[in-house]
């Protein structure tokens, strides 16, 4: 039993015992005894009363003067407010410290409830995004008006931060990066890039200029070769140090294409020019394309497409990656082998995949192919003419048409080069598209 509540026991029987003693002298025993509990629970009453006034009153002060286990209860009371007021000093350290390191980061901070609605954010987010204190409980959507700030928090993958011009300044450039928590809570961290943004920008205008730059001397120096090169007059000890002339300036002027064609993927945003693209069409150029490229090796190019599916984007671009992939199969697979061309309805919208039989790529080289200029070995793709940057368009091509690049290859067995488009690329019309025809060279 608890100490205080055997004290009041104790006090209970002597008052009981007391009471008898007194009643039997006074011939009255019962009523002395009643009279005896009556007096204890006024006694009891009082205390209530006093504990009760305190703890409404202010339990700051001195706790009334209790006895027995009213005494017992008002000094713990005491003790634990001073334990909670220790934790709550302590607390509210903490949350300073906080307040004043979040405050000292110079990237914006700013928290967001499930509605998008901001509850708190740091100094910094003040002066990269704009907001003041009145702004609380306003959706952040007021301030970054973006539509791709917009279609980026209604992602649920946000493992790769949004590059924006700031709100506040055009020449400034933001980089968001949301993290979810809670019950759809969201931390948004802003951070200036604009430097970074700026180099990165002056690379791609360096690249752009210089390949514009050297594509017109190139072309007159092919030119003087191949003229050279077809003279008649032309000593035989000259005609193989020609004929490498021009086999490299070739190669140099594809490099210099690509590296247009690369640059210009990066540098133009604008994807106002998407428009229906009927695929079978255009994947049909590319197969006899391909069957051109590959003349005598005879490759078996096949295209399994179903009719009338129309996808949204830039006839140019799609074009390009998807020549790059056949290509790239017919430059590697063995003369004769088979090509296939299919495309297909997937769950996440649609599927154009490139499959040959070719000699695979070792799965430790797959992670880094999209890469500018990796190659996998070098002097198997100079033969082949190749400029290592066929994938990496690829990859740009996709990522401009929310699409990804899947590669799948195994050594010796072949590889399997799939696009996937998401589903709102794909116009509503032509979703439920016909039978699937194959088309063979
Ligand atoms: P390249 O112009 O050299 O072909 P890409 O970027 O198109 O450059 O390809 C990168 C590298 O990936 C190539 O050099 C080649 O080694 C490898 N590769 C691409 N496609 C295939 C394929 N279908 N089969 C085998 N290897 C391939």
């Known amino acids: 039993m608890n100490r205080g509540i055997a004290g009041e026991v104790r006090i209970l029987g002597l008052l009981l015992l007391v009471c008898a003693v007194f009643g039997a002298v006074n011939g009255y025993p019962f009523i002395t005894m009643v009279l005896g509990l009556l007096g204890y629970l006024g006694w009891t009453l009082w205390n209530i009363s006093h504990l009760s006034r305190w703890l409404s009153n202010n339990s700051r002060q001195l706790p009334p003067d209790l006895h027995g286990i009213w005494g017992e209860i008002a000094d713990s009371i005491v003790q634990s407010q001073r334990q909670h007021r220790r934790e709550r000093a ?83 450039r933001l980089q968001y990066q949301l993290t979810r928590f809670g019950l759809g809570d969201c931390l948004v961290v802003v951070r200036d890039v604009t430097r970074l943004y700026k180099l990165e920008q002056m690379r791609k205008d360096f690249v752009a200029n210089v390949s514009h730059e050297l594509r017109t001397p190139l072309t007159v120096l092919r030119g003087y070769v191949e003229t050279l090169g077809m003279s008649e007059e032309l000593p035989p000890k000259w005609q193989k140090p020609l004929q490498q002339m021009e086999q490299q300036s070739v190669r140099m002027s594809a490099l210099i294409q690509d590296l247009i064609e690369l640059s210009q993927l990066e540098t133009n945003e604008n994807l106002s020019t998407h428009r229906p693209v009927d695929i ?162």
């Open 90 to 172: 302590m607390l509210q350290t903490v949350i300073k410290r906080g307040q004043e390191t979040t405050r000292a980061i110079r990237d914006g901070i700013i928290l967001l409830n499930s509605d998008a609605e901001i509850e708190w954010f740091n100094s910094a987010a003040t002066q990269l995004v704009g907001l003041r204190n009145q702004d609380q409980g306003q959706s952040l959507f007021n301030f970054v008006r973006h539509p791709r700030f917009v279609q980026y928090m209604n992602k649920s993958d946000f493992s790769e931060p949004l590059d924006l011009p700031s709100p506040q300044n055009d020449a400034m």
């Open 280 to 441: 079978k069409l255009l994947l049909q150029t590319v197969q006899s394309d391909a069957l051109a490229l590959s003349a005598d090796s005879k490759h078996q190019v096949k295209l399994k497409c179903p009719d009338g599916i129309q996808l949204l984007g830039s006839e140019k671009e799609l074009q390009s990656a998807f020549s790059n992939l056949v290509f790239n199969a017919v430059k590697y697979s063995p003369a004769g082998t088979d090509i296939t061309i299919t495309v297909r309805n997937h769950p996440l919208g649609l599927l154009v995949a490139v499959k040959d039989k070719g000699p695979g790529i070792d799965s430790i080289h797959l992670p880094r192919l999209t890469e500018r200029f990796y190659r996998v070995n070098s002097s198997r793709n100079s033969s082949t003419g190749g400029t290592g940057l066929g994938l990496a368009i690829v990859k740009h091509v996709m990522l401009r048409h929310s699409g990804r690049l899947n590669i799948k290859s195994r050594l010796g067995k072949g590889s399997t080069f799939t696009c996937i488009f998401p589903i709102r690329k794909i116009l509503p019309a032509t979703q439920s598209t016909t039978q699937s025809t194959t088309t063979e060279p």
